[in-house]
């Protein structure tokens, strides 16, 4: 079965530092990958998604993530955090044959330190 | 285009008691999802629409919750003889097409209590 694993429940990291967010995927095929923000009370949006070609992919916010089948993962970073950035971050996995639901982890908890 | 949108936004009910949430999806998009989000957790799948069929339901929707999607426009969870355990943010999607690929838009939720 499809499962979705982010290792880090909380990460703190002071602004202006690196940031990498750690998601490890298990499924059989290649899978469509993606990585979701949800801030409190708002709802959850779409930072980047891979599905085939080039593995490093960009998104928005200045955040990218890098596919590495070798290891089942697909890491989000991005060079210097914002305290804006502080927010809750979901890796997810999909494919063809599930009908377009979505696997998600249970999350990861950014604090951003001044 | 004005996002997916949910109501209520937040709903205290007493056990045993039915509710029922509404979903407007984006206009033009064909696939309506229902996810379920519990403190700490990630979403978790309970069922999708393709238009007005419901094509696929979660062991986790018990015999005590209904979707329904009439026109292939809004829909509506329905949760009968509500429990405690079912005390969760639920979430409503919504995407153009029926590639897995595709991004699925996010409402806000609803937030439900039972008391």
């Known amino acids: 079965a499809q499962s979705v694993t982010q290792p880090d429940i909380h990460i703190t990291v002071s602004e202006g530092a690196s940031l990498e967010l750690r998601c490890n995927y298990s499924?059989?095929?290649?899978?469509?990958l993606f990585w979701y923000v949800q801030s409190p009370g708002q709802g959850l949006q779409l930072l980047l998604k891979?599905?085939?070609?080039?593995?490093l992919v960009q998104g928005i916010k200045g955040f990218e993530a890098e596919f590495k089948r070798s290891q089942s993962s697909f890491n989000l970073r991005k060079p210097s955090v914002h305290w804006s950035d502080a927010a809750e971050y979901f890796c997810a996995v999909g494919a063809d044959n599930q009908g377009g639901k979505l696997i998600f982890g249970q999350g990861t908890e950014l604090s951003v330190k001044p | 285009d004005t996002g997916v949108s949910q109501d209520p936004r937040h709903k205290i009910t007493k056990r045993g008691q039915n509710v029922t949430f509404r979903c407007d999806p984006i206009s033009e998009h064909n696939r309506l999802y229902w996810y379920r989000q519990t403190l700490g957790q990630g979403p978790e799948f309970l069922t999708y629409?393709?238009?007005?069929?419901?094509?696929?339901k979660s062991r986790l929707l018990s015999d005590r919750f209904s979707a329904e999607r009439p026109k292939g426009s809004f829909s509506t969870l329905e949760i009968q003889r509500t429990e405690q355990g079912d005390s969760a943010m639920y979430l409503c999607?919504?995407?153009?097409?029926?590639?897995?690929?595709?991004?699925?838009?996010f409402g806000p939720g609803t937030r439900l209590t039972v008391t």
């Open positions: 999607a919504s995407s153009l097409a029926d590639s897995p690929a595709d991004e699925q838009y």
């Open positions: 891979y599905f085939s070609g080039d593995t």
């Open positions: 499924y059989g095929a290649t899978p469509y």
């Open positions: 629409f393709q238009n007005e069929a419901q094509l696929e």
